[in-house]
């Protein structure tokens, strides 16, 4: 009799601990880290230009929308920068608003 009933007690507790597992929020790996994006487009941008010193804003939202805000030297440091940007995983779209000096 006692064996039934701890037999009873540990399904019950398997079923309990279940459905506990059930109302948690399900984590995906889908989830974006946007600090992360824009340490990963900082690094970029000082790999390609390591002595060069910028005033580059970088916004990033949830959803992989980067933002580029500042100044630059010239164009092509402009749209390199934005490539940079672009090649991010994650990244699902960049704003260019930097300007030229």
Do not use: W
Not at 57 to 82: A, F, H, P
């Amino acid at each position: 009799m006692a064996q039934r009933l701890t037999v009873a007690l540990s399904l019950l507790l398997i079923v309990a601990a279940a459905s506990a597992c059930r109302s948690l929020p399900e984590v995906t790996g889908d989830t974006l880290d946007p600090a992360a994006i824009e340490a990963a487009i900082r690094g970029g941008i000082a790999a390609q230009y390591p002595d060069a010193t910028f005033d580059i804003g970088i916004s990033v939202t949830q959803d992989g929308v980067v933002t580029l805000t500042g100044t630059v030297e010239d164009n092509l440091r402009r749209q390199k920068i934005g490539e940079i940007a672009a090649d991010v995983h994650d990244v699902t779209r960049v704003i260019n608003n930097l300007q030229v000096e």
